[in-house]
Each structure stands twice: as structure tokens, then as C-alpha cells.
């Protein structure tokens, strides 16, 4: 049972964070606002060691579309598993998430509906047996003929809609799998994808090569989607809007391709040897929960390539992955329905609360809880090579990844924070003892070692950034790569500076240079992992502050400055996630707990003392908006899996035809969004608490 603290308590859980009153105060823009902080930061810490799962970690739920639960309900049918009980269930979830017009969105709050989500869940849906005339799959019906129909659907919906018999697989982006024999300096190499992409594109391209599909049930066929006839609609994906040369290359190359294979390559011997070589490397690339790459997409289109290849349910790569389904870790039950999560996030939810608790100056208070929560983390430290190895065959691994078992796939975003929530106990005999000081050059090493060449840091490889890759068809989904991102990079300066590193180390003066260079004309920085201009921006300050930066610099001025003019009447900050496609969002929309905090780190990093009324208005926000549990309730997406560019990173967004050639809106139908449960918590208890640092004594 959560409880807020006794006032008694709160003095021993921030007796660093707020000084004795003097009797003398001269009035600031914190006075009186002392022991009302006090009393948030310690209800927050309660709440928070409140979730601590029993062996120490943390981990909230992850939101993100409902073409997580129609894509497992669709896969369940193409198996065979018509049956399972977790079919009705993910069906529950779906009308639990409809919109009122009937469509599906992207994300909480979207001004309109994505078609791709829609017609998924539709499909699954009908495969249930719900009949096209019940209310929900009618308004789902008009909803989309009034966008168009399903000529407007993604590449992966079209994939979708064939392995149910609803799309002729010659429509849709080939994948020969033959690329899996491309050399690493070959562009085309699934080594040059994105880690997510190329994870992805080895079981689609098996299924791709064999075309298979399970038809629906005569009654249940998506009848209504063509409504004047499957031999009259036009299955040809669009021409995106100002292509170049190359992408009507590819498109011609693909029409080839799918010549190629219904007249040679069906069962041709080096296809059959290209497709063993790729089922060798699903196989060897499987986690140990059940899943691949940490990610839905590889584990549902792993489970169905191999299927599809003889491999059965008792197989012992088969059974594991069918019992994922199962595993809380993944999946989230909640009367009749069930969820099942695009990503699990423990290890990034245990540093953050680790970073947060700190911040707090809770160890004293929580040493025993803080201590499990450290020896879980280190423990999760990768010491096996993963892919990114391939480019980096001499570096030593020492990396963290996101989830629970992700060995492959270790990132430089996740081993940043990992070092910064270390930086706490490396001096503490005890952990010496562990081997904390060991983990931490290894991780450190593997960073450095991972530093694309402009400077900047990706997530999951070096120099991901091959930009031909985004213009083969199989890449409209959203984004086929992975090249250094702001917000990636400092957090690795925030941690080179809090672990000491010299400010002269090549890697941090290229860091700091790339980050200077991505700085918008307005001052703020783009956020790729998270929405979106807030959290650029308030990630880098924070970083710049680590490593000694002057924080008086013009350039610095012009960030803070940006926060400044965002804030909002209620003294929140919000930035909704249609400004990754509309110019007018950015850095605006509904205040959040999670926004406000980042846009407060970053003004309190700067500490300008003319912002110190902008930074007490934020900290009453998140005062006045705590519940009683000590708990900040946040419904709006504030986490981003990709915006759906295709180049993974910022692009103009004030070109008229970007809408077009993206074929997106504010609705981001190319894009991915998250809501991460635990960020309501940990971003507030780590502005709160660094704001008291600023206070004027008495305050």
C-alpha cells in the first residue's frame, strides 16, 4: 500500500534538497514554496519505491497502437490457433480502443484516425467472427472508405492483408532473401538496416519469397473493403509525391523481382539455401523470453516464416515464443481484454527510477531498495557480442539494453543512463567489491567505440545511415534507419561528464560539436526518442551542464530563451506529437507532468536566475497536479519509436509537399508513438527535486 509520508519523514528523505529557514528571507520567486516541494518529493519517492517489483527492478506498462493486439490476433488465425484463448481477449482490447468516429489512432489525443491501425483492427476483428453489420465494424467501414480505402494502407498492412487471403502477394514490396549473403560494405546489406528493420525484414522476407495465407472463413472476408470488387480495385502502391530517380528505380527493380520469382525462384536451389541461412539466423537470434530484437514486429513474423517452413508448435523455439504470449512482461491483462506490448521497458524504467530516487538525495532513506535496484542493473550489463559487432568486430561489448532480454541488441541510449545511474555508488567500498568501476570503463569503452562519424551517437549501431535504404518500397512503413540522434548524444555527454571523463577526450569535444551543429535556428534541438522539441532541448542542457560547458553562451541563451516562450498559462509545458508533422505544434500542446519536468531540468541546468519565476511556476504545476498517492496521472503519449521520416532524423517540415511524400499528417500513420507508464513519475521527481537545489535558502 503506497502512503504519503509522515512530515517527520520527509525532513530524513530531503534533508539535503531543502535548508533550514533563517529568520530573515528575502522574498524569491520559491518563497513559501519549501515545504510544499518537500512533501511532494518525499510522497513521490513513497510512491515510487511502492512499485518496485520484488527483485528490484521497475517497469510500468508501454502504450502504443491497436495494431499491436489486431496484428496478434491476425497472426493466431494464419497459425492455425483460431482457438486461442488470447484471441477474444486482444478483440476486447480493440473496441476498447476504438475511437468514436470509429477509426483507431496512433496515439492518445490524435485529431484524426490512422488508416493502417484501422484496417488491421478491422481484419482482426472480422476473423473473430464480429459480423460486418455490428455497429463498431460498420463505423469502422465508413470511417475508412471516407479516407480512401485501403489504396492509402502501408506496405506492412498490405503484408497483413495477404497472409489472410485479402491481397495478392505480387502487390506487395518483394524481399528476396538472398540479401542475407550481401557483404556488410554491400549498401543493401540487412546489416545496414536499422536494428528494428533488419530484425523485421528477415522473416518478412522469407514469407515474402514463399507467399503463403490462410484465407478467412467465407462469411468473415473483408468484402465491405471492396466495394466495387477485388477484380476491379487497384492494388498498385501510390506514387509518393516528388520521387526521385532512385525510389522509381527500386520500384521497377521490384516489379522484376516478383517477375523473377513466379517464373524462376520458387523453389530454386540457391533460394532454398538463402532461406535455411535466414532461418539459422532467426533461430540464433531468438531472446530468452521467447521473443526477437526486444520488439513485436521480428517475434509475430518470426513465429509465422518459421511455421510457414514446417517447424512445429512443440519445437522448442516455436513453444518459447507461443509462451511469451503469456509472460506479464509482455502482456497486460485488464477484465476481459488483454494487451500485448510492442516493447518491454525494465532496464530504462530501473535506471530512470534509480537517477530520480537519487536526485531525491533518497538513499539514506532507501539504501536496501536502492541497493537491489543497483545490483539488478548491473547485472543486466551485456557482455556478448550482438550485431552491432559486425561493423565493430574488435570492440569489447558492455552495453545495456532496454528489456528484459535483448542480448543482440544492447543500446547507446539505454548503457548512457545505465553510467549515469552507476556514477551514484562507484565510490562506495561495497560496490568496488562488485566490480562497479570494471562495468563502467566497459560501458564507457563501448560508447566511444560506437560514435558514428559526424560526432553523434545512434541507438543501436555505428553510423547507421545509408539514406538509399528509405527508398525501396519494403521502407514506406516508417523508418528503415538508425543515425545519431541529439537526444542520444547527450545523454552520453551527460554521462561522460558526471563519470568524470576528460572535457578533452575526442569523443566528447566530437559529441559537443555535433550537437552544437543540430540546433535549430530557434534554439531548441529535435527529439527523436522523445516528443519532441522538450526533450531535445531538455536533454541537452542537462548535458552541456555535466561536462562544464559555459552556460552563458549565446547558443545556450537561445535554448533557454525557446523553453521560456513555450511555457503555458497553467505554468506546464506540452508538445503534442502532431508536431512532428505540423509546424504549428511544435513545442505546444496539452501540458504534461513528463514535458514539464524535461522543459524544468533544462532551465534549472542553465539556472539564469531571470527564469527562476518561469522555473517556479513549472514546479507549482507539478505541486498542484500530484495525487493524492503521491502519483502524476499523464494519458498523452510522450515517447516516440519513430516519426515516420523514413531517415530517421529531423527533416524541413516547411516543405508544402512533405505531407504528400511522406503521405502522412498530424495523424502520423507512418509514424509509432509510446506512452511509457513510469515517465509521469520519474521526469517530475527529478525536476522537483533539482529545483530545490536552486532554491534561496528558506525558501
Request: with cysteine.
Amino acid at each position: 500500500m503506497n502512503t504519503i509520508s509522515h512530515p517527520s519523514k520527509v525532513k530524513a528523505a530531503v534533508s539535503a534538497t531543502v535548508p533550514p529557514t533563517p529568520s530573515c528571507v528575502t522574498p524569491t520567486p520559491f518563497t513559501g514554496m519549501g515545504n510544499s516541494l518537500a512533501h511532494t518529493v518525499a510522497a513521490a519517492c513513497d510512491w515510487l519505491i511502492g512499485e518496485q517489483k520484488a527483485d528490484g527492478h521497475w517497469v510500468g506498462p508501454v502504450a502504443s497502437n491497436a495494431s499491436m493486439e489486431a496484428e496478434w490476433c491476425l497472426a493466431l488465425w494464419y497459425l492455425g490457433l483460431e482457438d486461442h484463448p488470447l484471441r477474444p481477449r486482444l478483440g476486447k482490447a480493440l473496441l476498447h480502443m476504438q475511437r468514436e468516429d470509429g477509426s483507431w489512432g496512433t496515439y492518445w489525443g490524435a485529431g484524426n484516425g490512422d488508416i493502417n491501425a484501422t484496417v488491421e483492427a478491422y481484419a482482426a476483428l472480422r476473423s473473430l467472427g464480429y459480423a460486418a453489420d455490428t455497429p463498431e465494424l460498420s463505423k469502422a467501414c465508413a470511417w475508412i472508405m471516407r479516407m480512401g480505402g485501403l489504396r492509402n494502407v502501408r506496405v506492412f498492412t498490405r503484408y497483413w492483408l495477404a497472409l489472410i487471403g485479402e491481397w495478392p502477394w505480387e502487390q506487395t514490396p518483394n524481399l528476396p532473401p538472398e540479401v542475407i549473403w550481401f557483404p556488410n560494405k554491400f549498401v543493401f546489406s540487412i546489416y545496414n538496416f536499422a536494428q528494428w528493420a533488419r530484425a523485421t525484414l528477415v522473416p518478412l522476407a522469407i514469407l515474402s519469397a514463399r507467399r503463403p495465407s490462410r484465407p478467412l472463413r467465407p462469411q468473415d472476408r473483408l468484402d465491405a473493403l471492396f466495394p466495387q470488387g477485388r477484380e476491379n480495385f487497384d492494388y498498385v502502391l501510390p506514387k509518393k509525391e516528388g520521387v526521385d530517380l532512385w525510389s522509381s528505380f527500386f520500384r521497377t527493380t521490384d516489379k522484376g523481382l516478383h517477375w523473377l520469382q513466379s517464373r524462376f525462384l520458387k523453389r530454386n536451389t540457391v533460394r532454398e539455401a538463402a532461406i535455411r541461412h535466414m532461418l539459422e539466423w532467426i533461430i540464433r537470434h531468438q531472446d530468452a523470453d521467447g521473443g526477437w530484437g526486444g520488439i513485436q514486429p521480428p517475434w509475430v513474423y518470426g513465429l509465422m516464416a518459421l511455421h510457414g517452413e514446417d517447424y512445429q508448435f512443440h519445437h522448442p523455439v516455436m513453444a518459447k515464443a507461443l509462451a511469451a504470449l503469456d509472460d506479464p512482461g509482455w502482456r497486460r491483462d485488464q477484465g476481459d481484454a488483454s494487451w500485448v506490448q510492442a516493447t518491454n521497458s525494465p532496464v530504462w524504467d530501473t535506471m530512470l527510477a534509480l537517477m530520480a530516487l537519487h536526485d531525491a538525495n533518497a538513499e539514506e532513506r532507501y539504501t536496501p531498495q536502492m541497493d537491489k535496484a543497483l545490483d539488478w542493473l548491473l547485472a543486466r550489463q551485456v557482455r556478448v557480442k550482438g550485431d552491432w559487432s559486425i561493423k565493430l568486430p574488435d570492440v569489447e561489448p558492455g552495453g545495456w539494453a532496454f528489456e528484459y532480454a535483448n542480448d543482440r541488441y544492447p543500446d547507446t541510449d539505454d548503457t548512457a543512463v545505465a553510467l549515469i545511474a552507476l556514477s551514484s555508488c562507484r565510490n562506495r567500498e561495497e560496490w568496488k567489491e562488485k566490480g562497479v568501476e570494471d562495468a563502467i570503463t566497459r560501458g564507457v569503452n563501448w560508447l566511444i567505440a560506437m560514435q558514428s562519424s559526424c560526432g553523434g551517437w545512434g541507438a543501436f549501431d555505428k553510423d547507421n545511415n545509408r539514406s538509399l535504404l528509405s527508398k525501396i518500397p519494403f521502407c514506406d512503413f516508417g523508418e528503415a534507419l538508425d543515425p545519431p540522434s541529439v537526444d542520444v548524444t547527450a545523454h552520453v555527454l551527460e554521462a561522460f561528464g558526471l563519470l568524470g571523463v576528460p572535457r578533452q577526450t575526442p569523443a566528447l569535444q566530437r559529441g559537443l560539436a555535433y550537437i552544437r551543429a543540430e540546433q535549430e535556428a530557434s534554439g531548441a534541438w529535435f527529439g527523436r526518442w522523445g516528443v519532441n522539441y522538450l526533450y531535445g532541448t531538455g536533454a541537452v542542457l542537462p548535458a552541456l551542464a555535466a561536462i562544464g560547458e559555459d552556460m552563458t553562451q549565446p547558443y545556450i541563451t537561445r535554448a533557454c530563451d525557446w523553453l521560456i516562450a513555450h511555457q503555458q498559462e497553467d505554468g506546464g509545458w506540452g508538445e503534442s506529437c502532431a508536431s512532428y508533422m505540423d509546424v504549428s505544434s511544435i513545442g505546444w500542446g496539452t501540458t504534461t507532468p513528463s514535458q514539464t519536468a524535461w522543459a524544468l531540468m533544462g532551465l534549472i541546468a542553465a539556472n539564469r536566475e531571470q527564469d527562476h519565476p518561469a522555473i517556479a511556476r513549472g514546479c507549482r504545476y507539478l505541486i498542484d497536479r500530484q495525487e493524492t498517492d503521491g502519483s502524476w496521472t499523464e494519458e498523452e503519449f510522450t515517447g516516440t519509436g519513430f516519426p515516420g521520416y523514413g531517415v530517421g532524423q529531423t527533416i524541413k517540415l516547411d516543405d508544402p509537399a512533405v505531407a504528400k511524400r511522406l503521405q502522412q499528417g498530424a495523424e502520423l500513420s507512418r509514424a509509432f508513438m509510446l506512452r511509457y507508464d513510469l515517465y509521469r513519475q520519474f521526469f517530475p521527481l527529478m525536476a522537483l527535486s533539482r529545483a530545490a537545489r536552486i532554491m534561496p535558502v528558506g525558501q
